[in-house]
């Protein structure tokens, strides 16, 4: 009888555990395509804030999202091993080759993504402190702005400035490009493999 009872409850709490994950199913293929979105270096700041609400109702926390991310990297690392492992199989060693080659591209181009991704994300969080920089000159010296807009005469100087720090932003742009492209290379080189030029996506 007593361990009937519990059976009982333990068909219970199976029963509940399902309801409560098909309640979730939304949020759960929410907070997936999040983090698909994310290893890409493709999510949004509208990603960021909707992931805060999945998170709640799925009661995960950041080292969860970071596992999934892991979880990720994990798949995409294991599915190209496995289908060069098939290809090695049928005995074809260019066709090995060539998989080796798209897997470890794949990898470096998959890791500039997630720094685009980054760095657009800095950007627009630079944005805003920028502006509210201005706006606190603007109060601490009104003199030298009319109305909103800084004094025209100070138009070429900021041009000449914002030209400066572009220039310099796309140099380092290019730079971080290089080392990545020269990193791949480097290990392309070591397995006999041809090497990149870029890793644009096109």
């Not at 979105?37 to 609400?53: F, M, N, P």
């Not at 999945?54 to 289908?83: N, W, Y």
């Not at 041009?159 to 392309?188: F, P, W």
């Amino acid at each position: 009888m007593t361990t009937s009872v519990l059976d009982r409850i333990a068909e219970i709490r199976s029963e509940d555990k399902q309801l409560l994950t098909d309640a979730l199913a939304e949020e759960r293929k929410t907070y997936f395509a999040i983090a698909k979105r994310d290893y890409l270096g493709k999510a949004t700041a509208e990603d960021a804030d909707q992931l805060i609400g999945v998170m709640q109702a799925l009661d995960l926390t950041e080292a969860d999202f970071a596992k999934t991310r892991q979880a990720i990297e994990e798949v995409c690392e294991a599915v190209a091993q496995s289908q060069i492992n098939k290809i090695n199989a049928n005995g074809s060693h260019e066709r090995v080759l060539s998989a080796q080659r798209d897997f470890l591209v794949f990898a470096a181009k998959s890791k500039r993504a997630q720094r685009i991704g980054n760095v657009e994300r800095r950007k627009h969080a630079a944005m805003t402190e920028a502006q509210a920089r201005v706006q606190r000159l603007a109060d601490e010296n009104p003199e030298l702005f009319d109305g909103t807009e800084v004094n025209a005469v100070f138009s070429t100087v900021i041009t000449g400035i914002r030209k400066r720090l572009d220039a310099s932003e796309k140099e380092s742009e290019a730079r971080v490009d290089a080392m990545h492209v020269d990193q791949v290379n480097t290990i392309l080189r070591q397995q006999g493999l041809d090497s990149v030029t870029t890793l644009e996506t096109k």
